[in-house]
């Protein structure tokens, strides 16, 4: 993970002396209440979940210092609020203090675990010695388990969606997936993936695939598979950059599914990352006189980098140089780092819960599709990163009309005018959902916006099956030339609907995408014939 504190560091900081003393003087009430409490035998459970069994309610030393701990954490955190530095310092020092808090908790030591005391006790050591397996087993794969990986297989019991390949290139492979319905309508639709992940997040398991939903409901789909580059690789692909990603993987799909379907234009989902790279090409089309997407939609995608979450503690000058000069004209960003870095975003969850399941305590992680997804990470090539890393977190310069040129081609993302779907999460921590909804300053075109509830994963991937969580709508999208409300009053404007807007973008999706007509027989065409079934080979690739 690299270091999030400034170039600048060490920062002289200071607190008002008035805060200061007011923060003692909670902390001193506070530590005489839980004190008092603990000496009458009447100290109560904390609410942390961490705390909450019965092990820890009956051994009062234990609570006793979940209490301290988090009195303490609190206070930590009142001092950082306090500190009279800039935010952009203060949010550092958030996220570095986060690291410590969620490293030191008691939870995290056998010597002050009561659970996992009890556990050793009653399985005669046999939880240790699994958890010490556990161990070993990771450090073998260089990561922490986060699920049970034997329980799924890519093409076995995650992506799984009938279809075939029909092009490859060395950036991408393409599939088209096969009819469900006898009609579908005359529109295909492209998906364009991040490419910081593997595409099946798309296509988890039948239940959850949006993949599988999009076909049922009679569109004809395409999917973007891009490459995982290995350092083993002699291609030349780790000099990869934004430019071959937006002319020789998405403007190159985007080419092959209109030969395919004989359409002059297509529709396009991008998610993510694969939003920024979907309207970077289709502004570089744009430039070179094409027009190529009849609608466009974007789940969860930054075009406006000005607010970009926790995100911005890694982002300043000197972490662009660094990575320019140790990638930046070839070598590999890895998805070790990578995860490693999204991970960190959310330890508490994302780590340490695993310490204390899998080595601590001995268990076996539970077998869970998104999390056996979130795993198999892939590899960047070094230029696309680095490109990427300050042309958008760092300068962000997509959104300013000409200042980026790909091969020669001023990009103006405000010169993209189709219809638009926006989606936004509203507890996503890596695209915050006022970013996402910024994408409505930029486009030009009827525009509408939906923000679904969790985060940045189980927001996007909620099926209407579940009949979860909500999402929030306005019955007019926002009109051409019309400037959007601000995101606040946007969302008190809403309306809150029960379960998936999935439903809400097919209806908005049909009306883009012309008429019905009978399903293709078979897939591809003479020119672009079928090269392999899905899901292909380039998702099996798995990082080193």
Known sequence: MSNPLPKEWPVPVSIAPEKLAEIQAEFAREWLRIAES????????PTDRRFGSAAWAANPAALLAAHTYLLSAKTMNQMVDALEVSEPVRNRLRFSTMQWIEAVSPTNFMATNPDVQQALIQSDGQSLRKGMENLFQDLQKGRLSQTDET????????????????????????????????????????????????YYILDLQPQNSFVRYAVEQGYTVFLVSWRNPLDTDRDGIDKATWADYLQHGVLQAIDVVCAVSRQKQINALGFCVGGTLLASALALAHAQGKDPVSSLTL???????EDTGVLDVFVDELQARMRETQIGNGG?????????????????ELVWNYVVGNYLKGEA?????????NADGTNLPGPFFTWYFRNTYLENNLK????????????????????????????????????????????????????????????VINPPAKKRRCYWTHDASTQPGVAAVNPDSWLHGATEHPGSWWPDWSAWLATHSGDLVRAPAKPGNTRYTPIEDAPGSYVKLRAQ
């Open 299 to 305: 789940l969860t995608t930054l075009l406006d980098f």
């Open 365 to 373: 992680p539970p077998a869970f599709d998104l999390l056996y997804w």
């Open 400 to 459: 300013v009309p000409g200042r980026v040129h790909i091969d020669g081609h001023p990009l103006n993302l405000g010169t993209l005018a189709m219809p638009s779907y926006i989606y936004g999460s509203r507890d996503d921590h890596i695209v915050p959902w006022r970013s996402a909804y910024a994408s409505s300053n930029i486009l030009q075109g009827p525009l509408r916006f939906v923000l679904g509830a969790s985060g940045h994963i189980a927001g």
């Open 38 to 45: 603990a000496n009458q035998g009447e100290l109560a459970p």
């Open 151 to 198: 329980k799924f297989a890519i093409g076995e019991n995650v992506a799984v969606t009938p279809g075939s390949v029909v092009y490859q290139n060395e950036l991408m492979q393409l599939i088209q997936y096969a009819p469900a319905t006898d009609q579908v309508r005359k529109v295909p639709l492209l998906l364009v993936p991040p490419c910081i992940n593997k």
């Open 332 to 348: 590999l960003m890895t998805a070790r780092e990578l995860g490693t870095t999204f991970s960190f975003l959310r330890p508490g």
